[in-house]
Structure formats: structure tokens, C-alpha cells
């Protein structure tokens, strides 16, 4: 039985997920976290949040790197750690220094940073011929305009180091560019703590399906698991509302896909690790969106299991542990799996979720939750703001989707202020 150390980790399914795998792996883990409190606010379901399920909760300032290493090192003669890992965007370079630092598996830091900082991406990818948008990086108000002007719009505005969409958007011209600046500009700390890049990232809007590639690079070596589609609504936001797998796609198509993000995880430099790569399937062929050095999040991972058995966070696991993982999939009874995400009407408090009664009993529904009487509903502006989902399963290939879609169409989100005028 190994000892793995969990570098912070987010607060949605992952925070399950994670340690599951980490446990039927035959592994235990200590958690280390600069602010628990962070996770026991965030914990809305029953029970004891699963972090705390860990052999020790240790504390430190998981944002300084420097301290971190040596605060670990510290402690490494007497807790011993097998492998460090993550769930959390904003870690994975910290656990890549500190698994170097300690001679513990896991993927070259610089290859971490390269995939964890979108500008950095997209330059290697550029340099090393990997197909992707056209694109313009700035830090200033007039070199964003000048770099708008010489690409043209439509554009799509990203910060290069946040997750889950935020502050993620298509603009149409100098007006709503200046109105993308200025939000993220009034958001220079994330959610962690940690100070943002000035930077902006401005690429051209591809138009085409999009969709992910699972896959498992292990000495040197990348495995595909599968093709993920994916949803997206919200305009002029780019929220996932759902995903399936395995994608039903035309081979040719498919093996394009594959082979252009093992190409961008090669580029980058990446092994020992789960990559979940998005990609725009446009008219020109498959185009780079982001390379993501761990898991999938969005429960992804969960339909991958449904279908294949292959447990991708239990797999992120085992190469921390420094094990050579078994990725043979076997016959589970679902030819598909997908989940579908109810997104917020609007903002304000929630009164309840009308049908949400009912999920349980709807013919392939396999797990569904939303959100309780009393939530405040944020805008749908990003992948955070979910007020549920519908998980579904069909022994048929393609057809999950329509299954998830349907039963969160059955919802409805009743506010407060509706009684109150009705």
C-alpha cells in the first residue's frame, strides 16, 4: 500500500472521484491544504467530505512553491510519501516540483507549466506545428485592440490562467472586447488566492463540434482511452451543458482527432500523467483548444467507467504511485454514457426543483443531483454555476445523450421571488 500526499484538490465531483481511485487503487493518502475551512464550506451533500477521509490533513501555504518543497521535504523522513498529486488546476505545477524535488514519479514540471498556462500552450503548440487557432497575446488595453484589429473579429477572449470557462467569451467588436477586458481586470485573484496573469489571450472563433481526448502517457509511451463530445450553450459564454461517450463520430474524423492531441501532448512535453485535450473539429480538420495534464472534470471520467471500466482518476492514482496502470477496457452493459447540466434561468434563491423527485425512477437515469431550497443561483457565465445534472446510461452507442438531455429538460427551476408575484 502506497502513501500518496493530495495537494489541495477542487470541491465538485473530483473531490470524490479522486480519492475513491486512490483508495481501490490500494493506496492511502494524507490531504495538505492551505485552508480547510475552503472545503467544508463548500461540502453541500450528506455525510463527511471524503477529503477528510484522509490518513492525516496537514496545512501549509500550498501558493508559495519555494516553501512548499521544502516544508514537504520536511516531512517526507517521517510520513514517507509514494507519489503527490492533485485534482486542481492551479497545483499541478506545485505537485510537479514537488514530486521532482522529492524523486517521485510524475510529469517534468516545465512540460506542466507549458499545458497550465494557455499563452505558453499555445506558443509550443504553434512552434512545434501542432494545428490550433490563430491567436494574439496582450497585456495592455491598446495591444489587445491592435491585436483584435490585425486577427478581426469574431474573437474569443481567454485569461490564460483560470478553469472551468470563466471569463471565457466570444466579442464581436471594440465595445464588448473593452467589456471583456474590464471584467477580467476586476478579478485579479482566483478563487485560491493566487495573483492572475495580466495577460490576455484573444484566438479566432473556430467554428465545428467540439470534443476531448482521453488519454494516459506513461513512460514516454500515450494511450487513448476515447473521444468525448461536448455541448456548449450560453452564448456569448462558452458553458458546457453536457457530454458522451464515447463520441459518435466517422473514424477518419476520429483517428484525426486522436492523433493531432497526442501530437500536442507530445509537444509539450508530458508522461506520466492523465490528459483530457479539447479540440474544435472544423471544417479545415481538428483544431488544439487546451491541453489539460490530469483528468477530466464534469464527472467525464465517470461515463468513461460506465462504458469502458477504466477508472481514470484511480489510473491518475497509480502513476503517482509509479505503477504501470492496466487501461484494457472491458464490457460493462452501456454502449454510451452521458451527463447533462441544468443551468441557472437566472440569478436569485431557489424555492425548489420541480421533477427532481422523479430522476430515480426515469428509465436509464444512473445518478442525478440538484442543488437544495435556499441556493442563490449565479449567472450561467461559466462551468460553476450548475444547478444540477442528469447522468444516463444506453447499451446503445450515441444514444445516452438523448436520455440525459431529456430528463434534465423534465426540470424546473422555481424561484423564491415566483411565489412571491405569482
Given at each position: 500500500m502506497g502513501h500518496l500526499l493530495m495537494v489541495e484538490s477542487w470541491v465538485g465531483a473530483m473531490s470524490t472521484l479522486l480519492p475513491r481511485g486512490i483508495r481501490d487503487g490500494g493506496h492511502r493518502f494524507s490531504f495538505l491544504t492551505r485552508d480547510v475551512h475552503h472545503y467544508l464550506?463548500?461540502?453541500?451533500?450528506?455525510?463527511?467530505?471524503?477529503?477528510?477521509?484522509?490518513?492525516?490533513?496537514?496545512?501549509?501555504?500550498?501558493?508559495?512553491?519555494?516553501?512548499?518543497?521544502?516544508?514537504?521535504?520536511?516531512?517526507?523522513?517521517?510520513?514517507?510519501?509514494?507519489?503527490?498529486?492533485?485534482?486542481?488546476?492551479?497545483?499541478?505545477?506545485?505537485?510537479?516540483?514537488?514530486?521532482q524535488h522529492l524523486g517521485l514519479p510524475g510529469s517534468p514540471p516545465e512540460a506542466v507549466e507549458l499545458a497550465c498556462n494557455?499563452?505558453?500552450t499555445r506558443l509550443a503548440l504553434r512552434e512545434a506545428g501542432v494545428p490550433g487557432p490563430a491567436f494574439a497575446l496582450a497585456d495592455t488595453a491598446s495591444g489587445l485592440r491592435e491585436a483584435a484589429a490585425a486577427l478581426g473579429f469574431p474573437l474569443?477572449?481567454?485569461?490564460?490562467?483560470?478553469?472551468?470557462?470563466?471569463f471565457v467569451r466570444k466579442v464581436s467588436d471594440e465595445a464588448e472586447l473593452a467589456e471583456a477586458v474590464r471584467d477580467l481586470e476586476g478579478f485579479p485573484v482566483n478563487a485560491r488566492g493566487q495573483r492572475r496573469s495580466r495577460t490576455v489571450l484573444l484566438e479566432e472563433l473556430l467554428t465545428g463540434p467540439e470534443v476531448s481526448v482521453e488519454a494516459v502517457t506513461s513512460h514516454g509511451r500515450t494511450t487513448v482511452i476515447g473521444?468525448?463530445?461536448?455541448?456548449?450553450?450560453?452564448?456569448?459564454?462558452?458553458?458546457?451543458?453536457?457530454?458522451m461517450f464515447p463520441a459518435a463520430l466517422d473514424a477518419d474524423i476520429e483517428r484525426a482527432a486522436t492523433s493531432t492531441a497526442v501530437d500536442a501532448i507530445a509537444a509539450l512535453g508530458l508522461d506520466n500523467t492523465v490528459t483530457h485535450t479539447e479540440l474544435k473539429l472544423t471544417p479545415d480538420g481538428p483544431r488544439i483548444v487546451e491541453v489539460n495534464p490530469r483528468p477530466a472534470g464534469n464527472q467525464i471520467t465517470e461515463l468513461i467507467r460506465r462504458v469502458t471500466g477504466i477508472d481514470l482518476p484511480a489510473v491518475h492514482a497509480r502513476l503517482a504511485a509509479g505503477e504501470r496502470p492496466d487501461l484494457t477496457a472491458h464490457a460493462t452493459g452501456a454502449g454510451s454514457a452521458a451527463?447533462?447540466?441544468?443551468?441557472?434561468?437566472?440569478?436569485?434563491?431557489?424555492?425548489?426543483?420541480?421533477?427532481?423527485?422523479?430522476?430515480?425512477?426515469?428509465?436509464?437515469v444512473v445518478d442525478s443531483v440538484v442543488k437544495e431550497p435556499g441556493h442563490v443561483a449565479g449567472a450561467a457565465t461559466s462551468n460553476n454555476n450548475y444547478l444540477g445534472h442528469v447522468m444516463a446510461t444506453d447499451p446503445a452507442p450515441g444514444a445516452a445523450r438523448a436520455r440525459a438531455e431529456a430528463a434534465i429538460g423534465s426540470l424546473d427551476v422555481v424561484y423564491a421571488e415566483d411565489l412571491v408575484t405569482a
Open positions: 464550506r463548500a461540502w453541500d451533500r450528506p455525510g463527511a467530505h471524503p477529503l477528510l477521509g484522509a490518513q492525516n490533513v496537514l496545512t501549509a501555504e500550498t501558493n508559495d512553491v519555494p516553501s512548499l518543497v521544502e516544508h514537504v521535504a520536511r516531512l517526507q523522513p517521517a510520513l514517507r510519501f509514494d507519489g503527490v498529486l492533485t485534482s486542481c488546476d492551479y497545483y499541478l505545477g506545485a505537485v510537479a516540483h514537488l514530486a494557455k499563452d505558453r474569443v477572449v481567454k485569461p490564460v490562467d483560470l478553469c472551468a470557462g470563466m473521444v468525448t463530445d461536448k455541448s456548449v450553450g450560453g452564448a456569448p459564454w462558452f458553458v458546457e451543458t453536457g457530454h451527463i447533462s447540466f441544468l443551468l441557472p434561468p437566472r440569478t436569485g434563491p431557489i424555492r425548489h426543483i420541480a421533477g427532481a423527485e422523479l430522476l430515480a425512477g426515469t428509465d436509464g
